[in-house]
């Protein structure tokens, strides 16, 4: 059921917004920033803000888009939350420590809350799509002034101005079970200038048994390729020269488009290696990454798109979750052990300089010392530059919740011994490139070794070098001279 709980003074202005985005959310920002301008005006303060993102890329591509708002209705960004007036959550709900960890924030403001009258805090992202949640918040957390969800977080500026001219102090809550609409175009400030993430889709309808994401981001909605080739193409005319194309699995891209498309009209058959070969044909893009790649669905025709285009990231990320076929079916992944290790061989073959990562997850209902030996099995077959290791984690709502758990003792003992073996491999594998020299794109000055700046080959493994600032944003030649488990060193040549 939809949550909504606005009590509004100025129904007057509310009626005269647009009907249409994102002009409603652009008046909205506009009545914002002259509210703001006021409070300034009348403390000689300029309010300030932080935005705090748990999770995934695609909440932190959600986050960029939050702080541009903000800063375009007149508020300060800050680094932390003690210096901020206004703190804004972007929450994840993959695993239950993410909700503690937010509850965790939540207690430690009440005090600093109260002592200031003028402190505001809003939470959105995925665990606010848990009624349950919600309900708890309002509850036990009653000072949050803002609470809304995934489907509507382009709506802060329009949220925010019912909060600053409310008649009480009730918590102002909307919360979607579907999208109203979609809204692309808003302001955003990317947290980096040379490259920035383009999501090409939402939702997932995949329902793995452990996951919930599908109750949280909804089912699978595609852009249109003109819309995402559009934004690509402004943003490498801003200065990007490395976009990543983001979706709960991109390579069902092509379902249920959001808008008419003239391109889908034309070619019904249109799918992910089609618009990566088209995001690969735009003039100043270097390079392409995507994420993320569910395996059942991973065709010959991308690893052919991947091959024959240069741009294209030599880097696949493909979550194996486990490597028992038993587990795998238990959780709805829709391929076996064998499956799987096909495709590793498949992609190996097509792309020899590939770099794999993945998910693995240890302590799902019912995995036994057999299955966990059939995941080091994988480890060591797939030869991962870097996995995510996780213990699995209930999600009330998910099939997997409802089964037999494991002791935590013997989940925490299986998972050291993946965790050992995924260090092992990952480090022999990651290093085979010591003594090549690669093109590297530099992202920041290190800054736990002075003189030596940070970036990433297209394999996404991180480089430390002697280098400046100057660096920041361009590709550097880059000889690997010594692998260090994770990262290389190496020079500029």
């Known amino acids: 059921m939809d949550i909504k709980d606005t009590h509004i003074l100025n129904q007057d202005i509310i009626q005269s917004a647009p009907t249409t985005e994102p002009a409603r959310q652009e008046f909205f920002m506009d009545r914002c920033h002259e509210l703001i301008e006021e409070m300034i005006i009348e403390s000689g303060h300029k309010p300030t803000f932080h935005v705090e993102t748990f999770g995934c890329q695609m909440n932190a591509h959600d986050s960029e888009k939050l702080i541009g708002i903000l800063l375009r209705i007149g508020y300060e960004e800050v680094a932390t939350e003690k210096e901020a007036d206004f703190i804004i ?31 505001l805090i809003g939470i959105c992202g995925c665990m606010m799509q848990q009624t349950a949640v919600v309900e708890y918040i309002k509850s036990s957390f009653g000072f949050v002034d803002l609470i809304f969800g995934t489907y509507n977080f382009y709506k802060l500026a329009e949220l925010l101005f019912y909060k600053l001219t409310e008649t009480d102090k009730k918590t102002v809550v909307e919360v979607l079970d579907v999208p109203e609409t979609h809204v692309e175009n808003l302001p955003e400030k990317r947290k980096y200038s040379f490259k920035s993430g383009v999501n090409i889709m939402y939702g997932c309808n995949n329902f793995c048994t452990y996951c919930i994401v599908p109750y949280v981001r909804g089912r699978e909605r595609s852009r249109t390729p003109e819309d995402i080739l559009c934004e690509v193409n402004r943003l490498v005319n801003e200065g990007c020269v490395e976009i990543m194309l983001l979706g709960q699995n991109v390579n069902s891209y092509g379902i249920n488009f959001l808008d008419e498309s003239e391109t889908i009209k034309a070619h019904p058959d249109y799918d992910f290696p089609d618009l990566l070969s088209d995001v690969a044909k735009i003039e100043g893009l270097k390079r392409i990454r995507f994420m993320t790649s569910h395996p059942k669905d991973l065709s010959d025709k991308l690893l052919d798109v991947i091959a024959a285009n240069p741009k294209i990231a030599r880097h696949i990320h493909l979550p194996v979750q486990a490597g028992s076929s038993r587990i795998l079916k238990a959780m709805n992944r829709r391929y076996s052990k064998e499956d799987y290790l096909a495709l590793v061989d498949k992609i190996r073959a097509k792309l020899p300089d590939v770099s794999l990562t993945t998910d693995i997850m240890v302590g799902f209902p019912g995995e036994t010392e057999e299955d966990i030996q059939d995941t080091i099995d994988v480890i060591r077959y797939a030869k991962y530059d870097q996995a995510f290791t996780f213990i699995y984690s209930i999600r009330s709502g998910t099939p997997a919740a409802k089964m037999e758990q494991l002791p935590s003792e013997v989940v925490d003992k299986n998972f050291e011994k993946v965790l050992e073996e995924v260090r092992k491999v990952s480090a022999q594998s990651s290093s085979r490139f010591e003594g090549q020299t690669k093109s590297v794109l530099v992202e920041s000055v290190n800054d736990h070794m002075n003189g030596y700046v940070t970036g990433r080959m297209d394999n996404n493994i991180l480089v430390h070098f002697p280098g400046n600032e100057e660096q920041i944003g361009t590709f550097v030649d880059v000889k690997l001279d010594e692998a260090k488990g994770f990262y290389y060193l190496g020079h500029a040549v």
Do not use: D, F, I, P
Request: overall charge positive.
């Open 89 to 119: 959550y972007n929450t994840c709900t993959v695993r239950e420590n993410a909700n503690q960890k937010l509850y965790g924030h939540l207690g430690s403001l009440k005090k600093r809350k109260e002592s200031n009258k003028n402190m």
